[in-house]
């Protein structure tokens, strides 16, 4: 089982044809180049062959309907390493995905998120967006030492930046999969061709339920019907005038116990690709959480991927939203000397040694309990 398995609960259910899969994997080996690439297929199609399909979530089937086969096998074997890279022993020499802040701060407040923390919103150094040369400077470097995907998201709603649309033309036909979690509110017409002339592969809509009081009692300062009429338009003009558009649609909702998942799915289906419900993890205040009750093994995002605050910091990962755990900026460093740099590298020696109770806030961090 990967930590995906345990997070995301895919409401939308796909079947596929495995021996088409096969067959398109098969005639692909002699396309795939790097040794390590070649031994991930083997493994792939070792594991097809023993009737384990864990690779081929939702997401993944998803991707395989609307791109042409030429492209599976690349995906496939992105795919393979993003989902279970906590059981490799390797650890690539560039990150093999981003995530990128546009913008740290929020016009929401879901009171399962940090935004509802004060001390991070009040704190004038935390708040502020990405300038757009910062951005392409990160791209360019993802881009060329062979990173595969890219989320635009982080602490806060990156509809909120006055150049989202340039910032996302700008990943165009560079990475593998392109994707951005929005929660909805500030979609436009402008905004829905940019998104979908650029090539993202994957929209995120956060929406936690179907029902409009419960809903705004979880995304609190939104409206329903607002929300609801972005994602129909989005629809819409997806269909109408990008008929072979390969952007897919999801509707994440964090599961805080209250929701219905199946009416939820049902509503929600008319109007993206899938559904799915995420674990709620108590991460809103989590410098707070108490001490040791974090998750013991090591975390699957080092040697996985970095997030980068709209400041150039960069960060293991994204829930430590105050930056604790920095391990370098980019306005003065490479992503690659940070990445094979000391500190980072002395932090993932530790989680995979029992050490991860010396970091804070690992050590009550819900990821991985
Ligand atoms: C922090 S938000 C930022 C992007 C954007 N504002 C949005 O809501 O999609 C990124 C994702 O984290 C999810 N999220 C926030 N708090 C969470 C929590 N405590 N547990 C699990 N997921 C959470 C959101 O639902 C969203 O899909
Ligand atoms: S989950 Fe997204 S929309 Fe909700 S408060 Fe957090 S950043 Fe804002």
């Not at 809903?215 to 072979?244: D, M, Q, T």
Request: aromatic content about 10%.
């Amino acid at each position: 089982m990967s930590w995906k398995d345990k997070h995301i609960t895919f409401l939308t259910k796909k079947n596929f044809n495995v021996e088409e899969i096969i067959g398109i994997l098969k005639n692909n080996y002699k396309k795939i180049e790097k040794e390590e690439d070649i031994k991930i297929l083997d493994f792939i199609l070792e594991n097809f062959t023993k009737k384990d399909f864990s690779l081929l979530n939702t997401q993944e089937l998803e991707y395989l309907e609307k791109t042409p086969s030429e492209n599976w096998t690349k995906y496939l074997i992105h795919r393979q390493k993003f989902n279970f890279c906590e059981n490799s022993e390797i650890i690539p020499n560039f990150p093999i995905y981003l995530i990128i802040e546009p913008v740290s701060a929020c016009n929401l407040r879901c009171p399962f998120c940090h935004q509802v923390d004060d001390k991070f919103t009040s704190n004038k150094q935390m708040m502020g967006q990405m300038e757009i040369n910062l951005f392409k400077k990160i791209i360019d470097e993802a881009h060329n030492n062979g990173t595969n995907a890219i989320t635009l998201t982080c602490r806060g709603e990156p509809t909120l930046h006055p150049q989202i649309g340039e910032m996302i033309e700008y990943c165009s036909g560079k990475f593998i999969e392109l994707k951005m979690n929005t929660n909805a509110t500030r979609l436009n017409e402008k905004l829905i061709h940019q998104i979908l002339k650029s090539g993202m592969t994957d929209l995120v809509f956060s929406v936690d339920s179907h029902l409009k009081e419960e809903f705004e009692s979880l995304r609190v300062g939104a409206n329903f019907e607002k929300v609801l009429n972005n994602i129909k338009l989005f629809k819409e003009i997806k269909e109408k005038e990008y008929p072979n558009s390969s952007c897919i649609t999801r509707i994440s909702g964090v599961n805080v116990g209250k929701q219905d998942p199946i009416k939820f799915k049902e509503f929600w289906e008319k109007y993206v690709d899938y559904v799915v419900m995420v674990k709620m993890l108590d991460r809103w205040d989590v410098y707070n959480n108490p001490e040791g009750s974090g998750g013991k093994e090591a975390c699957h995002y080092l040697g996985r991927s970095l997030s980068i605050y709209f400041d150039g910091s960069v960060i293991p990962c994204d829930i430590d939203y105050e930056g604790r755990l920095s391990v370098g900026s980019i306005k003065n460093e490479t992503i690659k000397n940070i990445w094979l740099g000391d500190k980072y590298t002395k932090m993932i020696f530790a989680h995979k040694n029992d050490k991860r109770d010396s970091y804070h806030p690992c050590d009550r961090c819900p990821i991985g309990t």
